[in-house]
């Protein structure tokens, strides 16, 4: 009988000593409380409790957490309606506050998140919601770090993930696009004409200039040519005369030593003129066109008279 008591007891016992063990892992935290009073918290490891008196009544990680925010509408100061969802990277610092600042920490950090969102959702119209989308993160960071401090929460991280308009504000908004693309290829065009309209109108110019500068030059080439041609049949007149008169001169002296050295060289010459001119007369005559001669009586018989006198001496001789 006492053996059977003694087998009860031991049992009791080890089951009391087993059920006032508790291993916590790491990473994790326990509270503990006492006769419904808080008593400790439970660190990673092995802890000892009193069985029956002490209670185990909240226990969760410390590591860092991700809450999910489902979409969610807004309206912009606009009165654009959006649909926003979130990420929140958030981490218990104090289990104690966490545990009796605030019930269901869950709930209630998912219901100041979208609060928050909503909030600065509304102060934004609906082109600031898209192009500053990472300084509406950075303001839900500090507002939520803030507001869930007491709760003994750190909210590290904030990050919006789709913002989307309503299906007539998507319509409206590809229309817009489609306005605005047509616009700036219009404008591009116009840009693309007016380029080539100014370029085809540089080269018409420069090409006037060119054919301008090149008739110019042409023009003043012909002239300087010209006057080259000019001074060089001068000069060839010059030289031509400067060789007559020479050669006449030469004649001229000829004829005169002539003269000096044959007395009748004169009566012969005077017979050559005499000659000539008849012979000029003649030919003047035979013409068939109208012509008047005038002759000067006195230079015939001079002729005539020197023509005898050359006979008469060749006759003697």
Not at 82 to 106: G, H, R
Not at 237 to 242: A, L, T
Not at 281 to 290: K, N, P, Q, V, Y
Request: with cysteine; proline share 3%; net charge negative.
């Amino acid at each position: 009988m006492w053996q059977f008591i003694t087998v009860i007891f031991i049992a009791i016992g080890g089951a009391g000593a087993a059920s006032s063990v508790r291993i916590i892992n790491q990473g994790n935290a326990a509270l503990v409380e006492n006769l419904g009073s808080y008593k400790k918290r439970l660190d990673p490891g092995l802890n000892i409790i009193f069985p029956v008196l002490d209670q185990i009544v909240y226990k969760d990680t410390l590591r860092l957490k991700v809450l999910d925010i489902d979409p969610q509408s807004c309206i912009t100061c606009d009165n654009v309606a959006i649909t926003v969802d979130a990420v929140v990277y958030w981490q218990i610092i104090d289990m104690e506050k966490a545990y009796y600042k605030v019930e269901n920490l869950s709930s209630a950090m998912v219901n100041l998140v979208q609060t928050q969102i909503r909030a600065e959702m509304g102060k934004l119209e609906l082109d600031e919601t898209f192009t500053a989308r990472t300084q509406i993160s950075e303001i839900l960071l500090q507002e939520l770090d803030s507001a869930t401090d007491p709760w003994g929460v750190k909210v590290t991280r904030v990050e919006l993930r789709d913002i989307t308009p309503s299906q007539a504000v998507q319509d409206s908004m590809e229309l817009q696009m489609a306005a605005e693309r047509q616009k700036r290829a219009a404008i591009l065009t116009s840009e693309g004409e007016k380029e080539a309209a100014v370029n085809s109108a540089r080269g018409s110019a420069e090409a006037q200039v060119l054919a301008a500068e090149a008739r110019k030059k042409s023009a003043i080439l012909e002239a300087e040519a010209e006057q080259q041609s000019i001074v060089l049949r001068a000069q060839g007149e010059r030289q031509d005369r400067v060789l007559r008169a020479h050669a006449t001169s030469e004649a001229l002296q000829i004829v005169t030593q002539a003269l000096k050295k044959d007395p009748k060289a004169e009566q012969a010459l005077q017979f050559l003129l005499a000659q000539n001119y008849m012979d000029m007369g003649a030919t003047i005559g035979e013409s068939d066109s109208s012509k008047v001669m005038f002759m000067d009586p006195r230079s015939v018989p001079a002729s005539i008279e020197g023509i005898r006198s050359i006979i008469d001496d060749s006759g003697q001789a």
